[in-house]
């Protein structure tokens, strides 16, 4: 119950992030439901039924391979949904980590943020590139690749949060009553950062889907056959202008998530803790 | 001031060192060969082992890490495998491209970023501030390519106003009227970025509205606007200088889907190509000027910041 | 500044921008390209982009007419004895170098020891070469071991051929492409700058002394009628297609089947069918893994692909593929259906059972193909699915081409790869007649018609040989055709010149705006 209300504080008064957080709603239930209510299978090619325009029974129309574009983007919110929270949890399993056993061991620390500077130095999406040739092209490996981009400045993060939690009086008071590292870490100062991180997860779920669009335009996304939205627009980006309603109906949803991630994720900086807010990037 | 510029120099040292050594360790861990690909089709593998040879490319990977680090240092990247002209050359001619499109993408962003962050401060919760911050993240929420794809569309292909793609070089025939070339991608680059900005010069004006030195000029009467421009603005400078000289160093990487959608000859789509042909000597090139460049900006930045804000160099 | 002065000026800047717009291209022919060439070196290198460009630059002794037979173009004519053994050429006088100095006898031959030794198809020809000299200022002879039937096609054949070069340039080089420096020829067009991601700039050499008779194909007077031709590398073919829409390149290759019929109805784009179609192949392992010696598995894969969707999902139109199985084209000399009723069966049932018949046990089949070529990866998808259906356990492996590329040389890590093949005008040309191409076919069936097809001089028997070969090639299955591919190129309708269809390669001479 408290967690609905701190749901509702949250959004109050702002009209855009409820919608959004509706969108998103309904992308989590197309992603789970996808194989009940896709009415074609996503990999079914028809090549007599190819670059059909949208109505009925293909609501999207079909793309080149005469494949139901409806069906591939119901499966494609599944893929959003995989790449957002995969990317996350590598971000911030990774970053996170890396980021307060540095700000809480200082030796360690500084061999430890000394490699986050290394790595921040090199520009995301080349460094996505160069990884995505060296690696092969699979949903796991965009996940990881995306992920490790993100860790680095979730690492920065959590080092200066971190940083300003151990100069309290309550971790004091926690290492005054005896408490091993551990728990001091992991049951005194994370909790205080679960908000902040929500916040940040947020962003690089957004900024994910827009990293990993970028990947599949270059060719070094995911298999060029998995039914993800930036593979629809990459696909069938030659045929804007003889099919339209390839690159609208995939451009559309990849907008309207990846927006209502950052309103959602913009709401919720504004009501945590002001002594982090400075620290959480994003739009 | 200068102990401090010379520590942080040093600093840089073993930084920039373990970054050549990531940098050439992935760029040879990617499968293919420069030589097969050269040789093409019909090369027997014979012919392939002797130009790999040739090109120093069957040495230990630290000796040939150690060789190119030898000649780095000296002023050398190598020589492009696929061009057979100096990587510097290589480089350098995409640094054109790549600059001029960061600088007039910096120039869109300062021209609409800076006086709508500006307005949304100075009506913080009412509906211009909403519609701004909202605008501005819906910007950042498109795909580049897919705006860019439908940008050519409709001012080049059907408006006939602007260039769809490629960029001849300001000392081509045409002269500085070649920067039109550039208006569509660097629009389609500034589009996302700009939402940054917009937030950073929003949110420094707040914060700096509520220091004491402006509420004093309140006090002392000063109209609302006059306090608005002449100190919040100068104050919020410092930390929006910052935000500039990162998302300078980001543009000019950031840019790779930017200049392929509209094939421009620039450092981003430069690495794509050279990823696919396998010119090690290039990737590495241009990897490390990056990451130079965006160290040295780094820099520029926490001096500039010392400067301006003496008590950050005390620390 | 007032703001009637700030508009004056503001009207004066954009008269500027569009004046200097206008002039911009006028003698400059702008060719939007698919990417750079490795080289321009046409002796080592066989990329179609790299003698599409350099054919401007470089020619040969020889050259095809529209009708794909070799016609004189550096040389004057030419006697053969007897007993087919000994070739003498006569060279054409006054021809001059892009570096001012006359061609010569000494520089032709020059240029065929280096090509016959180092160069990619040199060795289909100099196998059977004793010996190259000069027998006069402009004449040279070339005797052979025994009489070869292709010669004059492989002299003809620019792509990976026998380009002539001055002596001094070419004498002491190896394997290794010339450098850009040394791009000196006898073309109507001379190379006149690299400057990379950028651009391939030609402009008209002229000195050039063209071949006389009315142009034929690549045969005839040759004109140099632009300034210079540029060869802009635009990778994305949506740029490319916009961009020529757009006025901003003349000329744009390698565009998509399915835009054919919307690009043919703008009429600001002309569209023009290359004709020599191109053909995918998948190679099968020869060397290493189930496929090696396993012919009648192979031909159990053959025999479960209908080969018909995968075109029409591929490539589009009906118009521009044909579901062909000969290896050369219908109306095409060396069209012949033998072997090709195996050619698209989409036999599911049949081919199951010719599999297990065969020994197959349901063990993966690695299928390679790459991303850089939609046709390729889209007919891949197309197979593995017909394949499984089948009871093929397809392990459909997606590559970038440097990578396949790479994988291919190495015979444990893969069983079946998709690439594509220019048109050949003889099939010698063709790359699973190379016993060393990846795939190694080099069985003792293929050795004996190999040999007896290059020993001919008789155009008939030829023909005859080799449909023998693209029998066998239907039997052993080193290679499995996909069918052909028309691809076409756009032009902006300002060009004039172009004619109806492209022989090969695109050339622009005798082509204007």
């Given at each position: 119950?408290?967690?609905?209300?701190?749901?509702?504080?949250?959004?109050?008064?702002?009209?855009?992030?409820?919608?959004?957080?509706?969108?998103?709603?309904?992308?989590?239930?197309?992603?789970?439901?996808?194989?009940?209510?896709?009415?074609?299978?996503?990999?079914?090619?028809?090549?007599?039924?190819?670059?059909?325009?949208?109505?009925?029974?293909?609501?999207?129309?079909?793309?080149?391979?005469?494949?139901?574009?409806?069906?591939?983007?119901?499966?494609?919110?599944?893929?959003?949904?995989?790449?957002?929270?995969?990317?996350?949890?590598?971000?911030?399993?990774?970053?996170?980590?890396?980021?307060?056993?540095?700000?809480?061991?200082?030796?360690?620390?500084?061999?430890?943020?000394?490699?986050?500077?290394?790595?921040?130095?090199?520009?995301?999406?080349?460094?996505?590139?160069?990884?995505?040739?060296?690696?092969?092209?699979s949903v796991m490996n965009t996940i990881i690749v995306i992920g490790v981009v993100y860790a680095t400045t979730t690492a920065r993060i959590l080092f200066g949060m971190t940083l300003k939690l151990k100069g309290e009086v309550f971790v004091d008071a926690a290492v005054c009553s005896g408490a091993g590292h551990a728990s001091i870490l992991f049951r005194h100062i994370l909790p205080n950062l679960v908000s902040p991180l929500l916040v940040q997860a947020s962003f690089i779920f957004a900024f994910a889907q827009l990293q990993a669009a970028a990947l599949d335009f270059l060719g070094l996304g995911l298999p060029p056959e998995v039914p993800s939205w930036g593979n629809m627009l990459s696909e069938e980006r030659i045929y804007v202008t003889r099919a339209p309603w390839l690159l609208i109906f995939p451009g559309a949803l990849i907008i309207l998530s990846v927006f209502s991630m950052n309103l959602v994720g913009d709401a919720m900086r504004d009501s945590i803790d002001p002594r982090f807010k400075d620290d959480i990037?994003?739009? | 001031?200068?102990?401090?510029?010379?520590?942080?120099?040093?600093?840089?040292?073993?930084?920039?060192?373990?970054?050549?050594?990531?940098?050439?360790?992935?760029?040879?861990?990617?499968?293919?060969?420069?030589?097969?690909?050269?040789?093409?089709?019909?090369?027997?593998?014979?012919?392939?082992?002797?130009?790999?040879?040739?090109?120093?490319?069957?040495?230990?990977?630290?000796?040939?890490?150690?060789?190119?680090?030898?000649?780095?240092?000296?002023?050398?990247?190598?020589?492009?495998?696929?061009?057979?002209?100096?990587?510097?050359?290589?480089?350098?001619?995409?640094?054109?491209?790549?600059?001029?499109?960061?600088?007039?993408?910096?120039?869109?962003?300062?021209?609409?970023?800076?006086?709508?962050?500006?307005?949304?401060?100075?009506?913080?919760?009412?509906?211009?501030?909403?519609?701004?911050?909202?605008?501005?993240?819906?910007?950042?929420?498109?795909?580049?390519?897919?705006?860019?794809?439908?940008?050519?569309?409709?001012?080049?292909?059907?408006?006939?106003?602007?260039?769809?793609?490629?960029?001849?070089?300001?000392?081509?025939?045409?002269?500085?009227?070649?920067?039109?070339?550039?208006?569509?991608?660097?629009?389609?680059?500034?589009?996302?970025?700009?939402?940054?900005?917009?937030?950073?010069?929003?949110?420094?004006?707040?914060?700096?509205?509520?220091?004491?030195?402006?509420?004093?000029?309140?006090?002392?009467?000063?109209?609302?606007?006059?306090?608005?421009?002449?100190?919040?603005?100068?104050?919020?400078?410092?930390?929006?200088?910052?935000?500039?000289?990162?998302?300078?160093?980001?543009?000019?990487?950031?840019?790779?889907?930017?200049?392929?959608?509209?094939?421009?000859?620039?450092?981003?789509?430069?690495?794509?190509?050279?990823?696919?042909?396998?010119?090690?000597?290039?990737?590495?090139?241009?990897?490390?000027?990056?990451?130079?460049?965006?160290?040295?900006?780094?820099?520029?930045?926490?001096?500039?910041?010392?400067?301006?804000?003496?008590?950050?160099?005390?620390? | 500044?007032?703001?009637?002065?700030?508009?004056?000026?503001?009207?004066?800047?954009?008269?500027?921008?569009?004046?200097?717009?206008?002039?911009?291209?006028?003698?400059?022919?702008?060719?939007?390209?698919?990417?750079?060439?490795?080289?321009?070196?046409?002796?080592?290198?066989?990329?179609?982009?790299?003698?599409?460009?350099?054919?401007?630059?470089?020619?040969?002794?020889?050259?095809?007419?529209?009708?794909?037979?070799?016609?004189?173009?550096?040389?004057?004519?030419?006697?053969?004895?007897?007993?087919?053994?000994?070739?003498?050429?006569?060279?054409?006088?006054?021809?001059?170098?892009?570096?001012?100095?006359?061609?010569t006898s000494a520089d032709v031959v020059a240029s065929l020891k280096r090509w016959g030794e180092f160069g990619s198809r040199g060795g289909l020809l100099f196998e059977h070469v004793e010996s190259v000299e000069a027998t006069g200022d402009h004449e040279i002879r070339i005797t052979l071991s025994a009489p070869f039937g292709p010669w004059k096609n492989l002299m003809a054949f620019l792509n990976g051929g026998p380009a002539i070069y001055p002596a001094s340039i070419v004498e002491g080089a190896g394997k290794e492409p010339l450098s850009p420096e040394n791009y000196i020829g006898t073309g109507p067009y001379s190379f006149n700058a690299w400057e990379a991601n950028r651009y391939v700039e030609l402009v008209r050499f002229d000195d050039y002394v063209s071949p006389e008779g009315e142009a034929d194909g690549y045969g005839g007077e040759r004109v140099a009628e632009f300034d210079a031709l540029r060869f802009i590398p635009v990778p994305d073919v949506g740029t490319r297609v916009s961009g020529l829409r757009a006025?901003?390149?003349?000329?744009?290759?390698?565009?998509?089947?399915?835009?054919?019929?919307?690009?043919?109805?703008?009429?600001?784009?002309?569209?023009?069918?290359?004709?020599?179609?191109?053909?995918?192949?998948?190679?099968?392992?020869?060397?290493?893994?189930?496929?090696?010696?396993?012919?009648?598995?192979?031909?159990?894969?053959?025999?479960?692909?209908?080969?018909?969707?995968?075109?029409?999902?591929?490539?589009?139109?009906?118009?521009?593929?044909?579901?062909?199985?000969?290896?050369?084209?219908?109306?095409?000399?060396?069209?012949?259906?033998?072997?090709?009723?195996?050619?698209?069966?989409?036999?599911?049932?049949?081919?199951?059972?010719?599999?297990?018949?065969?020994?197959?046990?349901?063990?993966?089949?690695?299928?390679?193909?790459?991303?850089?070529?939609?046709?390729?990866?889209?007919?891949?998808?197309?197979?593995?699915?017909?394949?499984?259906?089948?009871?093929?356990?397809?392990?459909?492996?997606?590559?970038?081409?440097?990578?396949?590329?790479?994988?291919?040389?190495?015979?444990?890590?893969?069983?079946?790869?998709?690439?594509?093949?220019?048109?050949?005008?003889?099939?010698?040309?063709?790359?699973?007649?190379?016993?060393?191409?990846?795939?190694?076919?080099?069985?003792?069936?293929?050795?004996?018609?190999?040999?007896?097809?290059?020993?001919?001089?008789?155009?008939?028997?030829?023909?005859?040989?080799?449909?023998?070969?693209?029998?066998?090639?239907?039997?052993?299955?080193?290679?499995?055709?996909?069918?052909?591919?028309?691809?076409?190129?756009?032009?902006?309708?300002?060009?004039?010149?172009?004619?109806?269809?492209?022989?090969?390669?695109?050339?622009?001479?005798?082509?204007?705006?």
């Amino acid at each position: 119950m408290m967690a609905v209300a701190s749901i509702r504080s949250v959004f109050a008064g702002r009209t855009f992030a409820q919608i959004g957080l509706v969108w998103l709603a309904f992308v989590a239930l197309a992603a789970i439901f996808s194989p009940l209510i896709a009415p074609f299978d996503p990999y079914e090619i028809d090549p007599i039924a190819r670059l059909t325009e949208p109505g009925w029974p293909h609501l999207f129309g079909t793309d080149h391979f005469g494949r139901d574009s409806f069906s591939r983007a119901l499966y494609g919110a599944r893929m959003t949904v995989l790449i957002g929270l995969g990317a996350v949890i590598v971000a911030l399993l990774t970053g996170g980590l890396v980021g307060m056993l540095s700000a809480y061991f200082t030796r360690l620390g500084h061999v430890l943020m000394r490699g986050v500077d290394v790595l921040m130095a090199f520009p995301a999406l080349l460094m996505a590139l160069v990884l995505m040739t060296l690696l092969e092209r699979s949903v796991m490996n965009t996940i990881i690749v995306i992920g490790v981009v993100y860790a680095t400045t979730t690492a920065r993060i959590l080092f200066g949060m971190t940083l300003k939690l151990k100069g309290e009086v309550f971790v004091d008071a926690a290492v005054c009553s005896g408490a091993g590292h551990a728990s001091i870490l992991f049951r005194h100062i994370l909790p205080n950062l679960v908000s902040p991180l929500l916040v940040q997860a947020s962003f690089i779920f957004a900024f994910a889907q827009l990293q990993a669009a970028a990947l599949d335009f270059l060719g070094l996304g995911l298999p060029p056959e998995v039914p993800s939205w930036g593979n629809m627009l990459s696909e069938e980006r030659i045929y804007v202008t003889r099919a339209p309603w390839l690159l609208i109906f995939p451009g559309a949803l990849i907008i309207l998530s990846v927006f209502s991630m950052n309103l959602v994720g913009d709401a919720m900086r504004d009501s945590i803790d002001p002594r982090f807010k400075d620290d959480i990037a994003g739009v | 001031m200068l102990f401090y510029t010379i520590k942080r120099l040093l600093a840089l040292i073993p930084t920039l060192l373990a970054a050549t050594m990531l940098v050439f360790l992935f760029v040879h861990l990617i499968p293919g060969d420069p030589a097969s690909i050269l040789l093409g089709d019909t090369a027997t593998p014979e012919e392939v082992a002797a130009l790999t040879r040739e090109l120093g490319l069957d040495e230990p990977l630290w000796t040939q890490y150690l060789i190119w680090l030898g000649n780095v240092l000296q002023g050398d990247l190598g020589t492009s495998v696929f061009f057979g002209t100096p990587v510097l050359t290589v480089i350098a001619d995409g640094a054109e491209t790549s600059i001029l499109l960061a600088t007039m993408t910096m120039v869109w962003i300062v021209l609409f970023g800076v006086p709508i962050g500006i307005v949304s401060a100075m009506n913080k919760g009412r509906w211009i501030d909403q519609i701004t911050s909202g605008g501005a993240m819906l910007f950042a929420s498109i795909p580049t390519f897919w705006l860019g794809l439908y940008l050519i569309l409709l001012f080049a292909v059907g408006l006939g106003w602007l260039p769809s793609s490629g960029f001849p070089s300001l000392t081509d025939t045409g002269g500085v009227t070649n920067l039109r070339y550039l208006i569509l991608p660097s629009l389609t680059l500034a589009a996302p970025n700009a939402a940054l900005i917009i937030r950073l010069v929003r949110a420094s004006m707040l914060d700096v509205s509520r220091e004491d030195h402006v509420r004093t000029a309140r006090a002392k009467g000063l109209r609302p606007s006059r306090v608005a421009i002449r100190h919040i603005f100068r104050n919020a400078l410092i930390s929006v200088t910052a935000a500039f000289g990162f998302t300078f160093a980001a543009l000019v990487s950031e840019a790779v889907v930017t200049e392929t959608v509209f094939s421009l000859p620039g450092i981003g789509r430069l690495v794509v190509q050279s990823i696919l042909r396998r010119d090690y000597p290039v990737i590495q090139g241009v990897i490390l000027v990056i990451v130079v460049l965006y160290m040295f900006i780094n820099l520029l930045v926490d001096l500039a910041y010392a400067r301006l804000d003496p008590r950050i160099s005390l620390k | 500044m007032t703001i009637t002065s700030w508009l004056k000026t503001a009207t004066a800047a954009g008269a500027f921008l569009a004046i200097a717009g206008a002039a911009q291209a006028e003698g400059v022919l702008r060719y939007a390209t698919v990417g750079e060439p490795p080289t321009l070196d046409q002796q080592v290198v066989t990329s179609d982009l790299a003698t599409t460009i350099a054919q401007h630059v470089f020619e040969g002794l020889y050259t095809f007419d529209s009708s794909n037979s070799p016609v004189p173009l550096l040389a004057a004519g030419e006697t053969i004895s007897e007993d087919g053994k000994t070739i003498t050429i006569a060279l054409r006088e006054g021809v001059k170098f892009h570096n001012g100095q006359d061609m010569t006898s000494a520089d032709v031959v020059a240029s065929l020891k280096r090509w016959g030794e180092f160069g990619s198809r040199g060795g289909l020809l100099f196998e059977h070469v004793e010996s190259v000299e000069a027998t006069g200022d402009h004449e040279i002879r070339i005797t052979l071991s025994a009489p070869f039937g292709p010669w004059k096609n492989l002299m003809a054949f620019l792509n990976g051929g026998p380009a002539i070069y001055p002596a001094s340039i070419v004498e002491g080089a190896g394997k290794e492409p010339l450098s850009p420096e040394n791009y000196i020829g006898t073309g109507p067009y001379s190379f006149n700058a690299w400057e990379a991601n950028r651009y391939v700039e030609l402009v008209r050499f002229d000195d050039y002394v063209s071949p006389e008779g009315e142009a034929d194909g690549y045969g005839g007077e040759r004109v140099a009628e632009f300034d210079a031709l540029r060869f802009i590398p635009v990778p994305d073919v949506g740029t490319r297609v916009s961009g020529l829409r757009a006025g901003d390149y003349d000329y744009a290759e390698s565009i998509p089947g399915d835009l054919f019929a919307e690009l043919e109805g703008d009429p600001n784009v002309n569209t023009i069918l290359n004709g020599g179609p191109l053909f995918g192949l998948v190679f099968m392992n020869s060397s290493a893994g189930p496929l090696a010696e396993n012919y009648a598995l192979r031909r159990a894969i053959q025999q479960a692909i209908d080969k018909v969707p995968a075109l029409q999902i591929a490539i589009g139109p009906e118009g521009l593929w044909r579901s062909n199985g000969s290896f050369l084209p219908e109306g095409n000399v060396w069209y012949t259906e033998a072997g090709t009723e195996a050619f698209s069966q989409g036999d599911a049932e049949g081919a199951r059972a010719a599999a297990e018949a065969a020994g197959y046990t349901g063990e993966p089949i690695k299928f390679m193909v790459s991303t850089n070529y939609p046709f390729h990866y889209d007919t891949a998808i197309v197979y593995t699915k017909q394949l499984a259906q089948a009871g093929f356990n397809i392990d459909l492996q997606v590559y970038d081409w440097a990578t396949l590329i790479e994988k291919r040389s190495q015979p444990d890590q893969w069983d079946m790869f998709f690439t594509h093949h220019g048109f050949v005008p003889d099939p010698i040309l063709i790359s699973v007649m190379n016993d060393n191409y990846p795939g190694w076919w080099a069985t003792p069936e293929k050795a004996e018609l190999k040999a007896a097809f290059t020993a001919s001089s008789d155009p008939a028997e030829r023909v005859d040989i080799w449909s023998q070969i693209q029998e066998l090639i239907y039997e052993q299955v080193p290679t499995m055709k996909t069918g052909d591919v028309y691809t076409y190129n756009i032009a902006s309708p300002e060009l004039d010149g172009l004619g109806e269809a492209t022989l090969i390669w695109p050339h622009f001479w005798n082509v204007s705006k």
